[in-house]
């Protein structure tokens, strides 16, 4: 199973980012689906994350100004990044639960990263 991400760079304050990431492989289903980031020196967080029937969660300080969504026919996630600020600056993972088969359980995977540079 791989996990690929797509779409950050480098944006000036204010402006928009969508990421993209595509779950390819094994896979027999996906539950939740997620993006964390992780700034130079701090833990990675939670950003946003999206359920199979698209329930939504986000943390606080992105509400408002980020959007996730998924396909489920493609196996990917979305996030739109709209005002973006110095602070979203981080690099983004992409996180999926999922099973490989209908005999194993569910574990986490994991993208290789994205860079998102915000400047002010």
């Known amino acids: 199973v791989q996990l690929v991400e797509s779409g950050g760079g480098l944006v000036q304050a204010g402006g928009s980012l969508r990421l993209s990431c595509a779950a390819s492989?094994?896979?027999?289903?996906?539950?939740?689906m997620g993006w964390y980031r992780q700034a130079p020196g701090k833990q990675r967080e939670l950003v946003a994350a999206?359920?199979?029937?698209?329930?939504?969660d986000y943390t606080d300080n992105v509400k408002g100004r980020f959007t996730i969504s998924r396909d489920n026919v493609k196996n990917t996630v979305y996030l739109q990044m709209n005002s973006l600020k110095p602070e979203d600056t981080a690099v983004y993972y992409c996180n999926a639960d999922l099973r490989e088969t209908w005999r194993t359980y569910f574990s986490d995977y994991w993208g290789q990263g994205t860079q998102v540079t915000v400047s002010s």
């Open positions: 999206i359920t199979s029937g698209a329930k939504t």
């Open positions: 492989g094994s896979i027999f289903s996906i539950r939740a």
